[in-house]
């Protein structure tokens, strides 16, 4: 399985970026898709997740209502659409695979991970 992320980017407080992963050699049945951040210093968070069977979502509190993730089925693509950004959203994005549909963000359900892709959020 291999995880492709990219969209990150230089953003001002209150902007948006759209996030994409592109995922190879994973079937979607019965698997999960998750973004994860971590910021310097920080532990690393469980941002998002969308599960393949009826493409169910899990946020995380602190971007509850401002994120989004949305998977294309054609493309093998998952999104995620960050909107009203905040300078403490600055962190290296990751996404990675589950090969089950687990409905959570915590690391240890995921076992393919991507490179990460910056997001930096400037007040």
């Known amino acids: 399985v291999q995880l492709q992320a990219s969209g990150g980017g230089l953003v001002q407080a209150g902007g948006s970026l759209r996030l994409s992963c592109a995922v190879s050699?994973?079937?979607?049945?019965?698997?999960?898709i998750a973004w994860f951040r971590q910021a310097p210093g920080k532990e690393r968070e469980g941002v998002a997740c969308?599960?393949?069977?009826?493409?169910?979502?899990v946020y995380s509190d602190s971007v509850q209502g401002r994120f989004a993730i949305s998977r294309d089925h054609a493309k093998n693509t998952v999104y995620l659409q960050m909107d009203n950004l905040k300078p403490e959203d600055t962190a290296l994005y990751y996404c990675?695979?589950?090969?089950?549909?687990?409905?959570?963000?915590?690391?240890?359900?995921?076992?393919?991970w991507g490179q990460g892709t910056q997001v930096t959020v400037s007040s």
């Open positions: 990675a695979a589950s090969h089950r549909s687990v409905f959570s963000v915590v690391a240890e359900n995921y076992v393919s």
């Open positions: 050699g994973l079937t979607f049945g019965n698997s999960a």
């Open positions: 969308i599960v393949s069977d009826n493409d169910g979502t």
